[in-house]
């Protein structure tokens, strides 16, 4: 099976790339998703964040407060490293099984930080969404609505994209419309099958 990793910085257009390839019926694993599921309710994973970094961390229905931890891990380097050792090698593991678990000639996994953690070796071949800096920080903060200071701090937590584009096997522009992306992402379908196959 061909394993291809999608990765791209943030709000470069990763999930809306999912969802295209999901359309034309790939398989998409996404660390995202993985990272969402270990965290959720009366998982062990939110039990141990609790008592690494206080009950502060989940709100009054028991839930992760997720943004308590993400102002708590941005301005605390040491905390956001405990909690990536915590969670990289479970996500990391999660994906493995769901590969092994796969009868399908090729699938995307979507790992927004491959290069950052190193996560090259889970994949085949690497493909990179890219936009223009302008419109990524537009987009998120459209999105997310934040600040273009927290937006800056963010990416430069990331690598920048010329490395990204230099270590890509294939690159998507997503600094156009959605049809021009899905006419992209068509075309990389076609070649990704053709390459399971051969
Ligand atoms: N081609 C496009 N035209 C207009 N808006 C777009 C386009 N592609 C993505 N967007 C919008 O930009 C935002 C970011 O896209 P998306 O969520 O897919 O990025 P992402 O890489 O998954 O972000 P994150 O790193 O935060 O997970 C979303 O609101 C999405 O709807
Ligand atoms: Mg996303």
Known sequence: MLK??????????????????AQLGVTIIDADDISHGLVSLGQPVLQQITQMFGSEMQSANGELNRSALKAYIFSNHDAKKKLEALLHPLIFQEISNRLNSLTVNYCIVSIPLLFE??????????????????????????????????????????????????????????????????EQVKKL??????????
Not at 16 to 21: E, G, K, P, R
Not at 189 to 198: I, K, M, V
């Open 4 to 21: 291809i990793g999608l990765t791209g910085g943030i709000g470069c257009g990763k999930s809306t790339v999912s969802s295209l390839f």
């Open 117 to 182: 953690t190193h996560a090259e070796y889970l994949v085949d071949r690497i493909l990179v969404v890219n936009c223009d800096e302008q419109t990524q920080i537009e987009r998120v903060q459209q999105r997310d609505n934040l600040t273009l200071n927290s937006i800056q701090a963010i990416m430069a937590t990331q690598v920048c994209a010329t490395f990204r584009t230099t270590h890509a096997h294939d690159i998507l522009d997503n600094s156009k419309n959605n049809t021009t992306l899905a």
């Open 189 to 198: 379908h076609d070649f990704y099958t053709s390459l399971s196959l051969s």
